[in-house]
């Protein structure tokens, strides 16, 4: 029942317990690889999820060289590796998930039944939201012509019986009403949130630029403080070249920083 290539030379031993017994891979080291006690995922089906063990094939060749995955269900009841119905592993690169079409026969089984229930439950729901649209009707309307056919006695119960009157019927008018009523109390909520980040954005922008004018203030203060500075240095330069005494010169500087 192997699925695999014929041409193709496996060289891996024929169950499982043999691959698994580590002195038997002692023995046969040369011979074969290693099982590697890998442990995988399997998120196709996402809902089935199996222990998955990795065999390597290093017979192959670099264009053919791929590994084969067992299930565990397979390991436990010693079915061959090559019969093992996990086959066709495709990883994804970018992110290293392994797609695995499991058809083990209980495994996809179980499979076929969760589906089936899936779509059970769905079919349910659409019935139940396409009854809900559809308006209600009084049972004996629908009764009533089958009893007509047997007898006076299905006349007189049509006409004996009143119509029922059903809380939950409304016309197409009330439910276009309610339609409207619903759309602009959410039109309302996206005004109302609209508003609220707009106002928001401004106050974050007059927090920035109340920032900003502080940082400009420092900077002015921090520039008139270095053009004070370089114009007394000047001023000293100055005086030095016309053989002004420097003492004079400093003491000129400090009455005119006192007053």
């Known amino acids: 029942m192997s699925q695999f290539h014929p041409e193709v030379a496996f060289g891996a031993p024929a169950h499982y317990e043999e691959d698994l017994d580590p002195t038997r891979q002692q023995q046969q080291q040369q011979a074969q690889q290693p099982v590697s006690q890998e442990y995988f995922k399997v998120d196709k089906p996402s809902y089935v999820w199996s222990i998955i063990h990795k065999l390597k094939t290093p017979q192959l060749n670099k264009r053919q060289k791929m590994c084969f995955y067992v299930c565990a269900q397979c390991i436990q009841e010693n079915v061959p590796w090559q019969d ?3 086959n066709l592993v495709k990883q994804n690169p970018s992110n290293g998930t392994l797609h695995i079409k499991n058809r083990h026969p209980s495994i996809w089984n179980d499979h076929v039944d969760a589906q089936n229930n899936i779509e059970k439950k769905e079919k349910v729901k659409l019935d139940d939201s396409a009854a809900s649209r559809k308006r ?3 049972l004996d309307d629908a009764v009533a012509p089958k009893e007509n ?3 006076p006695q299905g006349s007189s119960s049509q006409h004996a019986l009143p119509p029922k009157q059903y809380a939950e019927d409304i016309s197409n008018a009330d439910r276009e009403k ?11 909520y996206e005004i109302e949130k609209q ?10 922008r007059h927090e920035r630029e109340f920032e ?8 002015r203060a921090r520039e008139a403080e270095f053009n004070l500075k370089a114009n007394r240095l000047r001023l000293k330069v100055d005086m030095a070249k016309m ?8 003491n000129a500087l400090a009455d005119e920083m006192s007053l």
């Open 243 to 250: 053989g002004v005494p420097m003492g004079d010169v400093n």
């Open 212 to 219: 900003l004018n502080q940082r400009l203030m420092l900077a």
């Open 149 to 151: 056919g047997n007898g």
């Open 136 to 138: 209600a009707r009084p």
């Open 195 to 204: 508003r609220l980040a707009l106002e928001r954005r401004r106050d974050e």
């Open 84 to 86: 093992c119905l996990i």
């Open 178 to 188: 309610l339609e409207l009523q619903r759309l602009d109390i959410q039109l309302r």
